[in-house]
């Protein structure tokens, strides 16, 4: 088994939107981010798919929970797989929808480097790279606390910040929205875990875990 890497880092923004996915219209935000929403800060970042997961294992949240009402232009209407027509008329599928966001964010990120197994290269590397990428401010995409409207922005390593003294039973949260081990799989395949934040830390379980539901296994059990 080849080793992994730890990678610590934090990432704030004035805004943030972790859609909980039972609000279908109307957005509502999660107090705290989900393991998904981190996964894609990190693979904005630095993601080879092919060689190595990105495993997110504690949030700290640092700044104080809050939350803001905004009002936001949407389009209703996906793009069409047909290729005879690939664009939308966004002046008769435009919307008004109203999403409960968090302000003023902040949060400490420890996640580990995970190599697939038949990665040959050298797990270091793998880290050195991430590392370099992080320090250096370079990503793929801009990195989003949630949408796109909402940039993350990001340092290497810890400022010092203690976490915020408030704990809280958090549910079952989603985990992420894809098989993590299957990176060529590219339909929706739903996970949760039981989500608490003690003291503003949240610990998350790795995918494999016991503590991690699967939706379509759980719904294979059923059948």
């Known amino acids: 088994m080849l080793e992994k890497m730890s990678v610590t880092l ?14 279908k219209v109307e957005r509502l935000t999660y107090p705290v981010p989900t393991p998904s929403g981190i996964r894609g800060v990190l693979s904005s970042i630095y ?15 640092l700044r104080p929970i809050r939350y803001i009402t905004f ?14 027509k690939k664009c939308i008329d966004y002046e008769k599928e435009r919307t008004q929808r109203q999403s409960v966001c968090l ?16 990665y040959s290269g050298s797990p270091e590397g793998l880290y050195c790279q991430a590392k370099r990428r992080i ?23 810890s400022s010092g910040m203690p976490p915020i003294p408030e704990s809280l039973a958090l549910g079952w949260m989603l985990y992420d929205v894809f098989d993590l081990h299957n990176w060529q799989k590219t339909e929706p395949e739903r996970s949760l ?22 939706a379509g296994a759980e719904e294979e059990a059923l059948c």
């Open 135 to 157: 320090q250096h401010g370079q990503a793929f995409l801009q990195p989003c606390m949630g949408v796109r409207e909402f940039p993350a922005y990001f340092e290497w390593g």
């Open 103 to 118: 302000k003023d964010v902040r949060y400490r990120i420890t996640a580990e480097i995970l190599p697939r197994p038949d």
């Open 47 to 61: 993601a080879k798919p092919s060689e190595f997961l990105w495993s997110v294992r504690r949030i700290e949240v």
């Open 10 to 23: 934090e990432i704030w923004g004035d805004f943030a939107l972790w859609t909980r996915p039972e609000s």
């Open 193 to 214: 875990f039981d989500a608490r934040m003690e003291n503003g830390v949240i610990e998350v379980p790795p995918f494999d875990s016991p503590l991690i539901r699967r």
């Open 71 to 84: 009002k936001r232009n949407e389009v209703k209407a996906k793009m069409p797989a047909a290729l005879e």
